[in-house]
């Protein structure tokens, strides 16, 4: 169905991106495409579909075939009734207001009769889990569900290959289960070709048939996704694992790992922990805070302290709250209730006062770069924060990013760009950090860098706030976690124990040793070091 021969392409002469790349998927297939930021996995996507080389310039060589079709003959609106694609951000690939509007625009451009029409948009409400979302405007949906229309409005179109440019990066473990069990459904019951690029692997590597890694050098490396992982510099939990206890196949599923574990009585000591105490001091206290957006409520009475030096992690579904209560908690969205930070209410202050207060990073961090080198935004960030010149500079070398102070912001990588607004925003020295979804479209390494950044703020005494989706970062970066769901606080505790006592929301190493009280493949070697010699 999908086939490379011989494909090298690059968008500057002399630097390929892909370097004489062939691989075959056969129809009814789901290849999982894997490879850490930079190294072509959106390139590689996007020659399927024909953006690239059409839309995005540079030279293709060799021969990219869907269906039988030759790219380089047929540009992506020709392309459109057998691929569908969805990129990494959906609110960018929107042409409707409504959801419902959304999912029908793809079918009225290729003829769909409107009785057929009608029917294949209920069902892809339903088979997405978003009738009733289907009369709301998709500029206010959180970006979990615009990610949710975004492939319901491709999947309507009714094409025989979907490619998936990171489906779950805005999804909760729930939802995110929920896209996956409806994509791999249509590629059992009706054929689909899939084609899934993902950096959370832990997600979606047990439902994949094949895997293709990009190691950056040009190659593609196509096979059984326990043998690719393997030897991939990509490395979900359960491929740590398989290295740590000298496995030759990772297994591609807890159940997998939870058995080879019980065979072979690996039994790794319990970290030493010691008590937690609730926070005695608070660089922000919240008190019965409520947000609203018109009729709906999202923060209902919520109360929330931020101890200096620690770190505590929002967690919830989709749509929970976590997005507006962090910016209320900075005081950029209007709200009821008390808010104090080191004392004053943000609400009250300019933004530049109240930026020194207490710092947000938004979901879609880079909308904060405008200016054309990464040394005019330092430079302006140092200016607005009335900070010493190269205070920013100094801040992102903390953060263990060297940045070429010439580099344009948008040429950046993901992980690139997130530091950089961080500098940006630390500049001004605030008390309070606040990150909304940081690791969306970092690979592994890139969020261990954000989780080490974290931990040295945390040290020079910063209390921070970080929402995510990501259980797996969330085990590693949280002191504490809070669990938001319709806006009300649910849960609050110390990290682990929040994780470990849900299973929508623990981390595969948890699930693999349970009831042994480790939840991370660090903890797992460290364990396992400590026996000195486990007995099998």
């Not at 169905?1 to 494909?7: K, L, P, T």
């Not at 692997?201 to 393997?230: N, T, Y």
């Amino acid at each position: 169905m999908i086939d490379f021969d011989d494909v090298t392409f690059a968008y500057q002469p002399g630097r390929p991106i892909l370097d004489s790349v062939s691989l075959h998927i056969p129809e009814g297939e789901l290849c999982l495409l894997a490879g850490r930021t930079g190294a072509g996995k959106s390139t590689l996507l996007g020659a399927v579909n024909g953006l690239v080389p059409h839309f995005t310039g540079g030279t293709l060589a060799g021969r990219v075939a869907v269906d039988g079709r030759d790219t380089r003959g047929h540009r992506p609106e020709e392309l459109a009734d057998v691929v569908g694609y969805v990129g990494q951000d959906p609110l960018r690939g929107f042409v409707t207001d409504t959801v419902e509007d959304e999912i029908a625009y793809g079918m009225e451009q290729l003829g769909v009769a409107p009785l057929a029409m009608r029917k294949r948009v209920e069902e892809t409400l339903d088979l997405m889990g978003i009738a009733e979302l289907r009369r709301r405007p998709l500029a206010e949906l959180s970006g979990g569900q615009q990610q949710r229309v975004a492939i319901a409005a491709v999947l309507a179109a009714g094409p025989k290959v979907l490619v998936l440019d990171e489906p779950t990066s805005s999804l909760d473990p729930t939802a995110a289960q929920d896209v996956l069990s409806a994509i791999s459904m249509l590629v059992h019951d009706v054929g689909l070709t899939v084609l899934l690029a993902e950096h959370r692997l832990e997600r979606v590597m047990h439902a994949a048939d094949s895997m293709v890694w990009l190691p950056g050098d040009g190659r593609a490396v196509h096979g059984p996704p326990a043998r690719v992982l393997a030897a991939a510099d990509v490395v979900p939990p359960l491929a740590a694992l398989a290295r740590i206890v000298g496995w030759d196949e990772v297994p591609l599923s807890v159940r997998q790992a939870r058995r080879r574990v019980k065979a072979e009585r690996i039994e790794p000591r319990e970290p030493f922990l010691p008590p937690v105490r609730g926070p005695e001091l608070a660089a922000l206290d919240a008190a019965e805070l409520t947000v609203r957006h018109g009729r709906v409520t999202a923060v209902d009475a919520a109360d929330l302290r931020l101890a200096p030096g620690t770190a505590t992690v929002v967690m919830g579904r989709n749509g929970a709250g976590k997005s507006s209560l962090l910016w209320a908690l900075a005081g950029a969205l209007p709200s009821s209730g008390r808010l104090a930070v080191d004392g004053a209410d943000p609400r009250q202050l300019g933004p530049d006062e109240a930026r020194r207060l207490a710092a947000l990073v938004p979901q879609n961090a880079p909308d904060l770069l405008y200016l054309p080198t990464v040394a005019d935004e330092l430079a302006q960030a140092d200016k607005e924060s009335r900070a010493a010149p190269g205070t920013a500079r100094r801040i992102l070398n903390s953060l263990g990013f060297e940045l070429n102070p010439d580099a344009d912001p948008a040429d950046l990588s993901e992980g690139q760009k997130l530091a950089l607004v961080l500098a940006v925003q630390l500049a001004a020295r605030p008390s309070v950090v606040l990150l909304d979804e940081p690791t969306r479209g970092l690979d592994y390494r890139a969020k261990a860098h954000l989780a080490e950044a974290l931990a040295e703020l945390k040290r020079s005494g910063a209390a921070l706030a970080v929402s995510t989706h990501d259980v797996e970062f969330a085990a590693v970066a949280a002191d504490r976690i809070v669990l938001l769901a319709d806006g009300q606080v649910i849960a609050d505790g110390p990290g682990r124990e929040v994780v470990s006592s849900s299973p929508a929301w623990s981390p595969q190493m948890a699930k693999v040793f349970a009831p042994i009280d480790v939840i991370t493949p660090a903890e797992v070697a460290a364990g396992l070091r400590d026996l000195d010699g486990l007995e099998r």
